[in-house]
């Protein structure tokens, strides 16, 4: 296949006249710039062609509960009132369900210009806790959905084996969660059995939860038992598990990890709001990426995250859609830089020294996604697989921009309507903005709500 476009951010920069030719692997075997378009070219006429982000961090099934937590509880509604609603939720969800709204959720990150997910899966178990007859069953689920729907994957199983950083046994919803080390090996062997059936890029990394979940031992034990690929954790992200952590532990969050676990570019740190100065420049020189979900993180009141200080000692990051609660690369992207002007009351934080918001923005969730999801993409050139998307250059927003002002433009002023098309390792799909499959998907979503609304 040969893509043909006007204009194209390539791996040089902006380039004019751009073919990209891609092998029938899905990677992109040649990139030639200010040649003429020939009989063979799929000529991308009015759009701009751009390297498409990774979203690095999604649970799937919190879509369904998107608009249902938003009515104030009695006394201070927070983080933790939410998590109880969202356990009392996923006790309706068989696999079936996950499957469907995983395909539904994987469908609206495509649209809107995502081109693989890393999937931070940890409903594993039936209510009650009890195993299915294949432990990895929900797992399988994500699986196929994301075959379904053609989006890149990297599949985070997670472990879960206590309920806080006292060492409490699981209760109610976290029920679903748990494993020990030897039952989350189980799991693993049969996820990666799934995805050596699955698309050559599809990869298996681990997720354990979070520091409160996983105890010291057992942490050291599954990642020590995995050499190699991505390893995702939650950590800091709620002053309450700060206070936990330091308590319990004599040391800060991100600082124990540090000084505990061999963290490397293969960690990927998600939400890291809260840390000292001293726990910012550690994590940012580890070489870790920092998972950024600011949708998410706005919804939960999180708080913000010390981007120039992060980016001021080297440090990379990507961004997420969490919660799914609302999905939308450009308003991700728009949302963290204007939560960083109201913390710091300035105007153009996330660029270093000079010159466009948006691109740098852009490109540093390309580079740290992909490395968070040890996915050979983020650029525009020969070797990468070809995650593509590309923008409407006729639409009026877009209608006089050159180069760096139009991703200023789609990020700041513009929304996910200008996405038109997106191919995930050369696969096509999204056409016209619109997914494939997307009636069939959005039928099967909507057959779903309504059996949940109904066991209500």
Request: hydrophobic residues 45%; negative net charge; proline residues 3%.
């Given at each position: 296949?040969?893509l043909?476009a006007?204009?194209a951010?390539?791996?040089?920069?902006?380039?004019?006249?751009v073919?990209v030719?891609i092998?029938?692997?899905g990677c992109?075997?040649?990139?030639?710039s200010?040649?003429?378009?020939?009989?063979?070219?799929?000529?991308?006429?009015?759009?701009?062609l751009?390297?498409?982000?990774?979203?690095?961090?999604?649970h799937?099934?919190?879509r369904?509960?998107?608009g249902?937590t938003?009515?104030?509880l009695?006394?201070?509604?927070s983080?933790?009132?939410?998590?109880?609603?969202?356990?009392?939720?996923?006790e309706r969800?068989?696999?079936?369900?996950?499957?469907?709204?995983?395909?539904?959720?994987f469908?609206e990150?495509?649209e809107?210009g995502y081109a693989?997910?890393?999937?931070?899966?940890?409903?594993?178990?039936?209510?009650g806790?009890?195993?299915?007859?294949n432990i990895?069953?929900t797992?399988?689920r994500?699986?196929?959905?994301?075959?379904?729907?053609?989006?890149?994957?990297?599949?985070?199983?997670v472990?879960?084996?206590q309920?806080?950083?006292?060492?409490?046994?699981?209760?109610?919803?976290?029920l679903?969660?748990?494993?020990?080390?030897d039952?989350?090996?189980?799991?693993l062997?049969?996820?990666?059995?799934?995805?050596?059936k699955?698309?050559?890029?599809?990869?298996?990394?681990?997720?354990?939860?979070?520091?409160?979940?996983?105890?010291?031992?057992?942490?050291?034990t599954?990642t020590?038992?995995?050499?190699?690929?991505p390893?995702?954790?939650?950590?800091?992200?709620?002053?309450?598990?700060?206070?936990?952590?330091?308590?319990?532990y004599?040391?800060?969050?991100?600082e124990w990890?540090l000084?505990?676990?061999p963290?490397?570019?293969?960690?990927?740190l998600?939400?890291?709001?809260h840390m000292?100065?001293?726990?910012?420049?550690?994590?940012?020189?580890?070489?870790?990426v920092?998972?950024?979900?600011?949708?998410?993180?706005?919804n939960?009141?999180?708080?913000?995250?010390?981007?120039p200080?992060?980016?001021?000692?080297?440090?990379?990051?990507?961004?997420?859609?969490?919660?799914?609660?609302?999905?939308?690369?450009?308003?991700?992207?728009?949302l963290?830089?204007y939560?960083q002007?109201?913390?710091?009351?300035?105007?153009?934080?996330?660029?270093?020294?000079?010159g466009s918001?948006?691109?740098?923005l852009?490109e540093s969730?390309?580079?740290?996604?992909?490395q968070a999801?040890?996915r050979?993409?983020g650029r525009?050139?020969a070797g990468?697989?070809?995650?593509l998307?590309?923008?409407d250059a006729?639409?009026?927003l877009m209608?006089?921009?050159?180069?760096?002002?139009i991703?200023?433009r789609?990020?700041?002023?513009g929304?996910d309507?200008?996405?038109r098309?997106?191919?995930?390792?050369g696969?096509a799909v999204?056409?016209n903005g619109r997914?494939v499959?997307?009636?069939?998907?959005?039928?099967?979503?909507r057959?779903?709500?309504?059996e949940?609304q109904?066991?209500?």
């Open positions: 296949m040969k043909f006007e204009l951010l390539t791996s040089t920069g902006w380039e004019k006249n073919r030719t092998d029938e692997r992109i075997a040649a990139v030639e200010g040649i003429e378009a020939n009989g063979e070219d799929q000529q991308l006429k009015g759009r701009i751009l390297p498409a982000l990774a979203n690095l961090h999604s799937a099934f919190q369904a509960m998107a249902l938003e009515q104030r009695t006394g201070r509604d983080f933790w009132s939410w998590r109880e609603l969202m356990y009392r939720f996923l969800l068989t696999p079936e369900h996950i499957e469907a709204i995983a395909a539904l959720v469908m990150m495509l809107c693989s997910v890393g999937e931070f899966h940890y409903v594993h178990h039936q209510v806790g009890t195993h299915h007859d990895a069953e797992s399988l994500a699986i196929a959905a994301a075959q379904q729907t053609g989006i890149g994957l990297t599949h985070l199983p472990f879960y084996m309920g806080g950083v006292d060492g409490k046994a699981l209760a109610g919803g976290q679903r969660f748990g494993n020990s080390p039952e989350f090996a189980h799991l062997e049969q996820a990666q059995a799934a995805l050596s699955a698309p050559e890029d599809y990869v298996l990394g681990i997720a354990p939860h979070s520091l409160r979940a996983a105890a010291p031992e057992a942490l050291a599954i020590d038992a995995r050499p190699s690929g390893i995702h954790i939650h950590i800091a992200e709620q002053v309450k598990e700060v206070e936990e952590l330091q308590e319990s004599g040391a800060r969050p991100v990890l000084h505990n676990r963290v490397d570019a293969r960690w990927c998600i939400h890291a709001t000292t100065p001293e726990e910012t420049a550690a994590f940012a020189k580890s070489g870790a920092a998972g950024l979900c600011p949708i998410t993180e706005a939960l009141g999180d708080g913000i995250f010390d981007g200080r992060f980016l001021a000692s080297g440090g990379k990051y990507g961004v997420g859609s969490d919660s799914n609660v609302r999905i939308s690369l450009a308003e991700e992207l728009r963290l830089e939560g002007r109201l913390a710091q009351q300035a105007r153009n934080v996330l660029v270093p020294e000079s918001v948006g691109r740098a852009y969730a390309l580079a740290g996604g992909a999801l040890a050979n993409s525009i050139e990468r697989w070809a995650d998307l590309t923008l006729e639409s009026l209608w006089g921009c050159a180069e760096d002002e991703l200023d789609w990020i700041f002023a929304d309507s200008l996405v098309e997106v191919w995930s390792a696969r999204v056409e997914h499959q997307h009636e069939q998907i959005a039928r099967r979503y057959f779903v709500i309504q949940l109904e066991g209500e």
